[in-house]
């Protein structure tokens, strides 16, 4: 459980890196190509570790999940929320995205075989309230175009999809196959579009600015790799719906940062939603009846002293 949260933590940062990387020109598209390359790129040089006594068969068997958890749950997200900002704004893309817990929950009972008490739906409507509460007043000065609700909502399902497909993945083929096949993939896939070609171009104009590559180095490690790592570990003891509410800490650490080192304050009524996320937090976190209840005819339902296979 605190993988996940470290996980969230280290997300909640990513405002932080992405400022500098704005400040020299990428938007937010641009910014989601370049963690995504760059997450790759790591991958690459460390994928002998990663896939250290994985069984290739048991890969191959797995590919076509692989693929769909690659195309929804990184590249998918990225690109649905990162368009979001783009046209409703921060505040209201972040809200639409925490609609992932709602979603989490449904989908971890329809293709995880979770069972849901009133503790877990209480947690998972706490938790997307007080981001709604906690990103109130950028949501009431945002646009209300169609198009960007779309994209946000989309960017939810997305983002609940990770680990509800990953989850089963993980339990196959281990936590860094996963997490790596899913940014390779993308990373693959990006390489085709013009676009990702240009953002390179622009980056090269920059090569002699340790500032920059010093924001995208920290994102890469500590907002991607690392949390990403940490994540689908935690998925191994972890219920998708219940790692969906547990990463709503994400806006809590994003906000206090901009409070901390920004100099932004809070009304009233966004320290109240801070609190309810916390409490959504607080609901999964406590041992008890909730949302990391998995039915045991689950394939994804690795019992604390059983290990989990590895094909």
């Given at each position: 459980?605190?993988?996940?949260?470290?996980?969230?933590?280290?997300?909640?940062?990513?405002?932080?890196?992405?400022?500098?990387?704005?400040?020299?020109?990428?938007?937010?598209?641009?910014?989601?190509?370049?963690?995504?390359?760059?997450?790759?790129?790591?991958?690459?040089?460390?994928?002998?570790?990663?896939?250290?006594?994985?069984?290739?068969?048991?890969?191959?068997?797995?590919?076509?999940?692989?693929?769909?958890?690659?195309?929804?749950?990184?590249?998918?997200?990225?690109?649905?929320?990162?368009?979001?900002?783009?046209?409703?704004?921060?505040?209201?893309a972040v809200v639409l995205l925490y609609t992932a817990p709602l979603w989490a929950l449904v989908l971890g009972v329809v293709l995880d075989g979770e069972s849901v008490t009133?503790?877990?739906?209480?947690?998972?409507?706490?938790?997307?309230?007080?981001?709604?509460?906690?990103?109130?007043?950028?949501?009431?000065?945002?646009?209300?175009?169609?198009?960007?609700?779309?994209?946000?909502?989309?960017?939810?399902?997305?983002?609940?999809?990770?680990?509800?497909?990953?989850?089963?993945?993980?339990?196959?083929?281990?936590?860094?196959p996963v997490m790596a096949s899913g940014f390779l993939l993308s990373a693959l896939v990006l390489l085709l579009?013009?676009?990702?070609?240009?953002?390179?171009?622009?980056?090269?104009?920059?090569?002699?600015?340790?500032?920059?590559?010093?924001?995208?180095?920290?994102?890469?490690?500590?907002?991607?790799?690392?949390?990403?790592?940490?994540?689908?570990?935690?998925?191994?003891?972890?219920?998708?719906?219940?790692?969906?509410?547990?990463?709503?800490?994400?806006?809590?650490?994003?906000?206090?940062?901009?409070?901390?080192?920004?100099?932004?304050?809070?009304?009233?009524?966004?320290?109240?939603?801070?609190?309810?996320?916390?409490?959504?937090?607080?609901?999964?976190?406590?041992?008890?009846?909730?949302?990391?209840?998995?039915?045991?005819?689950?394939?994804?339902?690795?019992?604390?002293?059983?290990?989990?296979?590895?094909?």
């Amino acid at each position: 459980m605190w993988m996940i949260l470290v996980a969230a933590a280290l997300w909640g940062m990513l405002g932080l890196f992405a400022v500098t990387l704005n400040g020299a020109g990428f938007d937010g598209q641009q910014v989601a190509l370049l963690r995504v390359l760059g997450a790759a790129l790591c991958i690459v040089f460390g994928a002998r570790w990663l896939l250290c006594g994985l069984d290739g068969r048991s890969l191959i068997s797995q590919a076509p999940w692989l693929l769909l958890h690659a195309m929804i749950g990184v590249l998918g997200y990225n690109l649905c929320y990162f368009q979001a900002i783009d046209v409703v704004g921060v505040a209201m893309a972040v809200v639409l995205l925490y609609t992932a817990p709602l979603w989490a929950l449904v989908l971890g009972v329809v293709l995880d075989g979770e069972s849901v008490t009133g503790r877990g739906l209480a947690a998972a409507l706490a938790a997307v309230c007080g981001v709604g509460l906690l990103l109130g007043q950028g949501v009431s000065t945002a646009g209300g175009s169609m198009e960007g609700v779309i994209f946000g909502l989309a960017a939810g399902v997305c983002y609940a999809l990770y680990p509800v497909l990953g989850r089963r993945l993980v339990v196959q083929l281990g936590p860094d196959p996963v997490m790596a096949s899913g940014f390779l993939l993308s990373a693959l896939v990006l390489l085709l579009l013009p676009e990702t070609w240009e953002v390179l171009a622009g980056l090269a104009v920059h090569r002699g600015e340790g500032r920059i590559w010093g924001a995208l180095l920290a994102m890469t490690l500590l907002g991607t790799l690392l949390a990403y790592a940490l994540f689908t570990r935690g998925l191994q003891r972890v219920t998708a719906s219940r790692a969906a509410v547990l990463a709503t800490v994400e806006p809590v650490v994003g906000v206090l940062g901009a409070v901390l080192w920004v100099g932004e304050g809070l009304l009233p009524l966004q320290w109240g939603g801070l609190a309810l996320i916390l409490v959504g937090a607080l609901l999964v976190a406590i041992p008890g009846p909730g949302l990391d209840q998995v039915s045991g005819s689950s394939p994804a339902d690795p019992s604390p002293d059983r290990p989990l296979p590895r094909g």
